[in-house]
């Protein structure tokens, strides 16, 4: 089971873009241009939450209004130091989006110094149209920016990026998401976010959080079983600048990378058989639960003994509306899967090295069995 939402009738949808910004005077006129250049599908209004800013932005913001080709909500605020940041000004910004697009209506979201495609609303709908509640994009680094990063970080990066792709591969063989087949990628970034209204209020709204909340809103859809596709084709470009506007962004990474190299990888990634050991319990876990009911079967006793907890407490923790909710609760509650092992930089090409072995034999696994690997290996 995937979610309980009721389809989104995309052509009666409203779409709303929300955009948060502050100081963002050399940067949001390319936005919002970019946005007015959409092709085969319109935007009906946009809302800009310009929070804190003391530059030109909302001069700017204003100046641009009758030459845009939908409506221009400009929430002009001064926020307390202690809540003036992105995940704030993000959530404010999308509630009165989310108002303005209605009970049917879809929102996205993209930052105030991105730019996006003409066709990046219409790649959306589509996407959203095929199945999907939510569609997560990538974001780009701007070509002419790139220069500004030094070559080392650069190919760091690049190196991090594939040893995330061969683990979102091995997720995708062990744990197919039809709505989410591979290819995709494994980005949640605010520069490119479309959801329905009605998953993005069953998620609880966007989180209000001083940094990371494109991450967590991901996060909540995914503890409501919403339907989120990681389209590889919808991307935008975002500015390489090492002075940012929001606390802990793209920015802060940059220049904390240049300062002083970090000695360990994303904490979102693992090696690839704590990885996969992992995955292989999340599939075993789904066949079994049923939609707020205690799992009550043959498999639950075995279960309950690799992930390390009494058969009980495991019913009980996948008796819950939501297979996502269920899901996380048992990784809290797991010893076996509460603690995820990091991965050293200086690792790397070991752990990238076991990974692709990983993903060739769960792959060749599962050819041989028609099944996916989880199924197939039990």
């Given at each position: 089971?995937?979610?309980?939402?009721?389809?989104?009738?995309?052509?009666?949808?409203?779409?709303?873009?929300?955009?948060?910004?502050?100081?963002?005077?050399?940067?949001?006129?390319?936005?919002?241009?970019?946005?007015?250049?959409?092709?085969?599908?319109?935007?009906?209004?946009?809302?800009?939450?310009?929070?804190?800013?003391?530059?030109?932005?909302?001069?700017?913001?204003?100046?641009?209004?009758?030459?845009?080709?939908?409506?221009?909500?400009?929430?002009?605020?001064?926020?307390?130091?202690?809540?003036?940041?992105?995940?704030?000004?993000?959530?404010?910004?999308?509630?009165?989006?989310?108002?303005?697009?209605?009970?049917?209506?879809?929102?996205?979201?993209?930052?105030?110094?991105?730019?996006?495609?003409?066709?990046?609303?219409?790649?959306?709908?589509?996407?959203?149209?095929?199945?999907?509640?939510?569609?997560?994009?990538?974001?780009?680094?701007?070509?002419?920016d790139v220069r500004h990063i030094p070559p080392h970080l650069h190919a760091m990066d690049v190196r991090e990026c594939a040893f995330a792709a061969l683990l979102d591969e091995i997720a995708a063989l062990v744990d197919p998401d039809p709505v989410d087949p591979w290819p995709r990628h494994d980005e949640h970034t605010g520069a490119s976010i479309a959801v329905s209204v009605a998953a993005y209020r069953c998620a609880g709204r966007m989180p209000a959080v001083p940094h990371g909340e494109d991450r967590a809103f991901i996060a909540?859809?995914?503890?409501?079983?919403?339907?989120?596709?990681?389209?590889?084709?919808?991307?935008?470009?975002?500015?390489?600048?090492?002075?940012?506007?929001?606390?802990?962004?793209?920015?802060?990474?940059?220049?904390?990378?240049?300062?002083?190299?970090?000695?360990?990888?994303?904490?979102?990634?693992?090696?690839?058989?704590?990885?996969?050991?992992?995955?292989?319990?999340?599939?075993?876990?789904?066949?079994?639960?049923?939609?707020?009911?205690?799992?009550?079967?043959?498999?639950?006793?075995?279960?309950?003994?690799?992930?390390?907890?009494?058969?009980?407490?495991?019913?009980?923790?996948?008796?819950?509306?939501?297979?996502?909710?269920?899901?996380?609760?048992?990784?809290?509650?797991?010893?076996?899967?509460?603690?995820?092992?990091?991965?050293?930089?200086?690792?790397?090409?070991?752990?990238?090295?076991?990974?692709?072995?990983?993903?060739?034999?769960?792959?060749?696994?599962?050819?041989?069995?028609?099944?996916?690997?989880?199924?197939?290996?039990?």
């Amino acid at each position: 089971m995937l979610n309980q939402h009721p389809p989104t009738r995309l052509d009666r949808s409203r779409v709303v873009v929300a955009i948060p910004a502050r100081d963002e005077a050399a940067e949001i006129g390319g936005c919002l241009l970019a946005l007015a250049a959409q092709r085969r599908a319109a935007i009906d209004a946009m809302v800009v939450c310009l929070n804190n800013c003391s530059d030109r932005s909302v001069e700017l913001v204003r100046s641009l209004e009758e030459r845009l080709p939908f409506a221009v909500h400009s929430l002009v605020i001064q926020l307390a130091d202690a809540a003036a940041c992105a995940g704030q000004a993000r959530r404010i910004a999308m509630e009165r989006a989310a108002d303005l697009a209605g009970a049917d209506g879809i929102l996205l979201t993209t930052d105030a110094d991105a730019r996006v495609g003409p066709n990046w609303v219409a790649d959306n709908l589509a996407a959203l149209a095929a199945g999907a509640d939510a569609v997560a994009g990538r974001a780009d680094i701007e070509p002419a920016d790139v220069r500004h990063i030094p070559p080392h970080l650069h190919a760091m990066d690049v190196r991090e990026c594939a040893f995330a792709a061969l683990l979102d591969e091995i997720a995708a063989l062990v744990d197919p998401d039809p709505v989410d087949p591979w290819p995709r990628h494994d980005e949640h970034t605010g520069a490119s976010i479309a959801v329905s209204v009605a998953a993005y209020r069953c998620a609880g709204r966007m989180p209000a959080v001083p940094h990371g909340e494109d991450r967590a809103f991901i996060a909540a859809l995914r503890l409501v079983d919403a339907r989120i596709r990681h389209e590889p084709g919808i991307a935008v470009t975002v500015s390489a600048r090492t002075i940012g506007r929001a606390r802990g962004g793209m920015a802060d990474t940059i220049r904390r990378r240049m300062e002083r190299p970090d000695p360990l990888l994303d904490d979102r990634l693992e090696p690839a058989p704590e990885r996969l050991r992992r995955l292989r319990l999340r599939r075993a876990l789904r066949l079994q639960w049923t939609p707020g009911a205690n799992a009550d079967c043959s498999n639950l006793p075995a279960l309950a003994a690799r992930l390390d907890v009494s058969e009980a407490r495991l019913a009980g923790l996948l008796g819950t509306r939501y297979f996502g909710a269920a899901w996380a609760r048992i990784e809290t509650a797991s010893p076996r899967l509460c603690v995820s092992v990091p991965v050293e930089v200086a690792a790397l090409a070991f752990e990238t090295a076991r990974a692709e072995r990983i993903r060739d034999w769960v792959r060749r696994a599962a050819e041989r069995a028609g099944t996916p690997f989880a199924v197939a290996a039990e």
